[in-house]
């Protein structure tokens, strides 16, 4: 059998050759597919982990920009660093800066207390200031080489979620019971 046919004295292929008209610009970012929507979810969109579920029935269908504006805003009152020294008995003494911002001034307080925890320290630093809030569940996670945590929380006359980022443990609930603060007294 032949690859070749005769046409007027002449050879030809028989193989068929598909040539691109026009060449694709050759760039180094990848091909852009969809983009990457979990719209029951925004946490778990941008990091790979599902929000708690009272949270994730709240925050479903908002985007990540809404989300944390929603659930982590910055307070007129914020913990800004926490840090401790081990005493005995269990106890730790903390050491943290207070932030106030109230009509256009800022306040910073550096304040000292003893507590068994970061979370029971900065409870007790917020109810000295009359913010008493109340953690009804708690979850934390590290993602990369942050830890976000994630609480419930109310007082006398509401409920509400907050969340906060920080570096270690201490500072991710410290952010967090901030937001809380100041998403139920405003």
């Known amino acids: 059998m032949s ?18 008209e026009e060449t694709r610009a050759h760039t180094m970012e990848p091909i852009q597919s969809e ?20 949270l994730r029935e709240e925050a479903r269908g908002m985007e990540w920009r809404t989300f944390t504006n929603a659930y982590a805003p910055i307070g007129n009152l914020r913990i800004s660093s926490l840090e401790s020294e081990t005493r005995r008995g269990g106890m730790f003494y903390y ?19 003893a507590a068994t ?3 029971s320290a900065c409870t007790n630093l917020l109810a ?3 913010r008493r809030v109340e953690i009804l569940e708690f979850h934390q996670f590290e993602i990369f080489e ?10 006398n006359v509401s409920r509400t979620w907050a969340m906060g980022f920080g570096g270690n443990a201490e500072q991710s609930a410290a952010a967090a019971l901030s937001s809380a603060a ?4 405003g």
Do not use: K, W
């Open 146 to 155: 942050a830890t976000v945590t994630f609480i419930y929380t109310c007082n």
């Open 35 to 54: 983009p990457r929507i979990y719209a029951d979810d925004p946490f778990r969109a941008r990091f790979g982990y599902q929000l708690p579920r009272g």
């Open 95 to 113: 050491s943290a800066t207070m932030i106030a911002n109230q009509q256009g001034q800022r306040t910073t307080t550096e304040t000292q207390i």
């Open 3 to 20: 690859l070749y046919t005769f046409t007027q004295n002449t050879r030809r292929s028989t193989i068929i050759e598909f040539r691109r």
């Open 182 to 185: 100041h998403l139920l007294y």
């Open 128 to 130: 000295d200031a009359g």
């Open 117 to 119: 925890g970061p979370v």
